[in-house]
């Protein structure tokens, strides 16, 4: 718990605070960027099926499986409440992800309320603040949705997880190519967005494993 708690704080929390006075500007961004909502449904449909994809051939070739957290840190203090089958992003089954060391996650230490309330808000801040750059500085060539894809290994995502992330990527850049940044921002952001309120739903629906 301590250790993710501390790389929680270093790659999400501090980052937030250096950036937190571009909130207003990226508001701004989101209302330009509204129609970028209309491509979420699509977007989310090549993430899941990328997805299952990808598990299939990490369940053949089991070193895909690898990453040093399992899941994006991002999610993590929040992923352990989630029901059986659904670890978020970690170990299939719902059991401890590699690197976690069966240890007792952080939404099982403080209670699914506490967690939720602390944690969520962050999550969404960091999203809100993140997504933006990532649509400005990775989308000008498919090297750079490459880069962008396996810089997310940093944020202990498994290894076949990269796969998914591409492809949204592609996606995200066709978006901007043709309907601008602040488009593909919302786009991603409102995906992201849609990925939290679904492990949401499943922690108030189901009970933690």
Known sequence: MLLELA?????????VAINIREVPARLRDLRAGVRGLLYVPAVVVVLFAVAIGAWLLAREITVLQWGWLGQNIIAAPISDLLPAGGSGGGSPGGGPTPGSG?????????GAGLTLSIFVPIMILALLLFNFYEE????DSLREVVVWAALHLVMGI???AVIPIFAVGLVYKLIRDRRGLQTAYVAHFATNLTLILLMVGAILAGPPV
């Open 102 to 110: 069966g240890d007792v996650g952080v939404g099982q230490e403080l």
């Open 7 to 15: 790389v929680f704080l270093v790659l999400v929390v501090i980052p």
């Open 158 to 160: 498994p290894i076949f």
């Open 136 to 139: 400005a500085y990775y989308r």
